[in-house]
């Protein structure tokens, strides 16, 4: 159904791309304090990460091999608790092509600092929906609902809302107790506020404006016909955004998408007539204030 309409989205607007949905997966593995583990041991994880992102069915439609999204996972251990048991840094990383110009824009770009689990050498990586495995598979599996949910939000307003669910439903999985991240307590980065922030209502027309950002924005801007057009939906987005930062001021997501932004935003705007860039400076200081100097560019005429 999502595809039909995605389609007809396409259809409506000109666009013929093949959608990046499903998810293509590269993992890194950094071992810099590695002490009394056995090195093939992450070379056997890496590849059954792969293998387990890559190879399962995420979702109910069918999709190419190029209309994948590109997912970079990187896993730092910093601590071996015991042999098969380990504390890491996991970064990840999601991007989807913008139409017809050879860009990848950033989905999502995050670092979970509090991520515990255990593995031993050609472990089979199992994980089923509604129940707990593992904290590995279990996270993992968060992270690519919330890139599958984030993509799905790009394409149609607030269509990524069944994976986010899903997402939400690993979280209420776990077991209490069982590892950091979890829980309204483990911090404000942790995996229960990026969800929450996701699923508040909110937050609902950042959501929103991230299909404006995206396929009425960044997806018309290759095409000079369409590039005025596409700008002002970018510009519209943003407004729409910074109206939620101000309802739901210093949440995770606006840390996220500032982080992940800021590049993007600067080269998009930085052509763009004087009032255009003025009221962009506006939003973006508001969202991303610590960075307020790299924005100084958009005052000058």
Known sequence: MMRKLLLSLALVFGLTQAWSQEIRSSVTINTPKLQTADPKVFKSLKTALEEFVNNRKWTDQEYEPEERIEMNIILTVDEEISQTSFKAQLTVQASRPVYKSGYNSVLFQYLDKDFYFNYGEFEVLDFTEGSFTSNL???????????????HDSFEELGGEKYLNKAQDILN???RGTAKGWTVNDGNQSRYWLIENLLNVRVKPMRRAMYKYYLLGLDRLSQEDSR?????????????????????????????????????????????????????????????GTHASDYQVLTQP
């Open 137 to 151: 598979t279990s996270t993992i599996a968060f992270y690519a609902y919330i890139v599958l949910g984030m993509d």
């Open 173 to 175: 999985a776990v077991p």
């Open 228 to 288: 005025a057009e596409g700008i002002k939906a970018m510009e519209e987005a943003l407004v729409s955004i910074k109206a939620v930062n101000a309802a739901y001021p210093s949440m995770l997501l606006m840390q996220i998408f500032t982080n992940s932004k800021r590049e993007e935003i600067l080269n998009v705007f930085e052509v763009a007539d004087f009032r255009t860039k003025r009221k962009i400076y506006d939003c973006m200081v508001k969202l991303d």
